[in-house]
């Protein structure tokens, strides 16, 4: 495994335990100062990345910071990409899959997420991912314990094999754990954060147009994703059996 820091079990769950009584600038200044580079934040501009960035900037911290591309995103959320590289001056880096739809379209089957979202899913999320992550020691990301049931015992630093084909792990490290959606929204209110124009049409989770829409008040956050699927993630952070499989 290509660590720079090698934790045991028991030093993992005392380090996350530590990580998750300070801040999250804490978790993120530990990430670079042990893992420089070799660390980064993935975001889908979601409101918990986006108070990742706001630490990494306010801190000094210049941690990478990427996006999955998948090619469907919504023209607003393309938007919000360039806002935020301009706000918080940085690039984004955009991460493409290995086919455009067009081609997917072709090879697989026109508007696969229709018919096959699992597959459409692991060939314009789940594969890329896995590449970029094969580049890194630490994958930093916005998870929230109260998105949903998927993600109520994600702990602040866990060991992740990001790839059930090969035998290769890094660290996922999830600052965001403990914050509820309204402090999340606070913060971004408190600091002007721009944020995903959708928002203001009743949108919550935002991700590719053909399998997002608005939910209604009371429903959970991520409800809005794959209507009419029994599917809840994408699997970049869950591991899809096709992974496997295919
Ligand atoms: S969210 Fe929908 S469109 Fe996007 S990759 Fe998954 S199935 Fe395809």
Redo the contacts with the bound molecule.
Sequence with gaps: MAFTLTLTEDERRTLSDRLEQGTVTDSLRWAWENFGQRAAIGTSFQGAGLVMLHHAREAGIPLPVFTLD?G?LFPETLDLKRRLEDFFGITIEAVTPEKTVEEQSAEESPE??NTR??L??Y???VAPLQNRLSTLDVWITGVRRQQAETRENVSVLELYQFDPLRDEYIYKLNPMAAWSRDKVQEFLKRHDIPQNALLSQGYRSI??????RPVAEGENERAG??TGFDKKE?GIHTFLPMAVTR
């Excluded at 991700?207 to 997002?212: E, L, S």
């Design positions: 998948t469907l696969l997420w979202p699992d459409c899913c060939l314009r999320k991700g590719c147009w053909p399998c997002t994703r794959w994408c």
